[in-house]
């Protein structure tokens, strides 16, 4: 996704860089966001040299004052946002960074299809929001 997207890329909830890092391997400037300042320690230790920046942060409240190509979470991580007021708001925070044309992506088990079912297919787009 960071190719097709061809920019910068940020991802929410990054812990200890599992992702981000590889992406920042291929060359992408890579921003990764947490709240755990522990995680992003050990971020810190496994990325030297590499085009990555950590940020601790909220991914319900942060402002980076930039826009992103590519924005993701990985590992579940929508599902620690569990009321609709929560979602609401990382989704607030991913639409003012993402840039015109750019892609967010997440993951999270067992959706419920219907829910998720669009005009478009089964992507739910910000603008369905």
Request: hydrophobic content about 45%; charged content about 20%.
């Given at each position: 996704m960071a190719r097709e997207a061809?920019?910068?890329v940020l991802e929410l909830a990054c812990g200890t860089g599992r992702v981000t890092i590889p992406i920042a391997k291929l060359g992408?400037?890579?921003?990764g966001l947490d709240i755990v300042p522990g995680m992003l320690a050990r971020a810190r230790s496994k990325s030297a040299g590499?085009?990555?920046?950590?940020?601790e942060g909220d991914a319900r409240t942060?402002?980076?004052?930039?826009?992103f190509r590519l924005i993701f979470m990985t590992g579940?991580?929508?599902q620690a946002f569990v009321?609709?007021?929560e979602q609401a708001a990382v989704l607030r925070r991913v639409h003012?960074?993402?840039?015109d044309g750019g892609l967010f992506a997440f993951e999270t088990r067992n959706p419920l299809l219907p829910n998720l079912?669009?005009?478009e297919g089964f992507f739910v787009t910000l603008e369905t929001l």
């Amino acid at each position: 996704m960071a190719r097709e997207a061809g920019g910068s890329v940020l991802e929410l909830a990054c812990g200890t860089g599992r992702v981000t890092i590889p992406i920042a391997k291929l060359g992408f400037p890579v921003t990764g966001l947490d709240i755990v300042p522990g995680m992003l320690a050990r971020a810190r230790s496994k990325s030297a040299g590499l085009p990555v920046r950590w940020v601790e942060g909220d991914a319900r409240t942060f402002d980076l004052g930039e826009r992103f190509r590519l924005i993701f979470m990985t590992g579940n991580a929508f599902q620690a946002f569990v009321t609709n007021a929560e979602q609401a708001a990382v989704l607030r925070r991913v639409h003012a960074h993402l840039d015109d044309g750019g892609l967010f992506a997440f993951e999270t088990r067992n959706p419920l299809l219907p829910n998720l079912k669009t005009r478009e297919g089964f992507f739910v787009t910000l603008e369905t929001l």
